[in-house]
C-alpha cells in the first residue's frame, strides 16, 4: 500500500525489521502489510468524481445532487471505494478487534490527503459502543493520518451525545433524521480549517451533521477524510 505521508524527519522503527505476512494473502510483505500484488488489486477511486461527495461523476466537475443541496461539508476525500477486500478489512477492524488493520487503512488515507486543514478531528463514537468495542475506529485512524502529515489532532473535539442506532442498520433514506442532534463539539474552531476521520462514508447523513456542529463551533470549512467511500449499486 501506498507510502505513509513524507513529511517530517523519518523515523526508525523497529516495526520496519520485522517479517511480515500480507494480510489479505499470507505472502511476505513488507511493513506496508498488502503485498504488491495485492495492493495492485485494492478497489481504488478514479479521479473522475464529485469535487464534494466523491461519487463517480462521467463529467463535469461537481454532481447534480451537491448542486441541488449542497451537503454542509465542502469535500470528501477516499483512497478506496467500499468493496472487497477493503470491506473485509474495515469490518475484520471494528467488529473483530484486528488493530493491526488500523494501521493499514490509515497509511493508504494518509498518503493521498492534501494537506489543506488545520486540525484533524475524528468522527466521535457513543459512550455506550465505545465501551462495548474497547476503543474508537476513527480516532486510531485519525492518529495515525495526523502523525503522517503532522497536521494537529484533537481527539476530543466532539462527542456523541445520544445513541443513535447504527447507521448501517437503517435504510438510506431514515439515516439523516437518526444523527439529528447526534453531536456536540466542546473545541473553539474559530477561523479553522477541520477534517473529520472516519472509516467510511455512506450516505454522508452523519458527516453532513457533524459538520453542520463543527461550523457552529466556528470551523470555516469541514472536509472528510475516510478510508472508503460507498458507491451506489
Ligand atoms: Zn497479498
Ligand atoms: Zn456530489
Known sequence: MGAPGTKGRPRFSLWSLLPHACLLCGADADAAQICVPCDAELPRLTSKRCAVCAL?????????ACLQRPPRYDRVIAPFSYR?????LIQAYKYRGRLAHARV???????IVPPDVDVVVPMPLAPRRLA?????????IARLVASATGIPLIALACRKVVETPP?????????AKNVRRAFV????????RVAVVDDVLTTGATLNELARVLRKAGAVEV???????????
Request: aromatic residues 6%.
Open 223 to 233: 472536509a472528510g477524510w475516510v478510508v472508503a467511500r460507498t458507491l451506489p449499486r
Open 132 to 140: 462495548e468495542r474497547g476503543y474508537n475506529q476513527a480516532l486510531e
Open 167 to 175: 447507521q448501517a442498520s437503517l435504510p438510506w433514506k431514515e439515516r
Open 185 to 192: 463539539c466542546d473545541a473553539d474552531l474559530r477561523g479553522r
Open 84 to 88: 472487497f477486500p477493503v470491506d473485509a
Open 105 to 111: 487503512l490509515g497509511t493508504a488515507l494518509a498518503a
Open 56 to 64: 463517480p461523476l462521467a463529467t463535469g466537475r461537481i454532481c447534480g
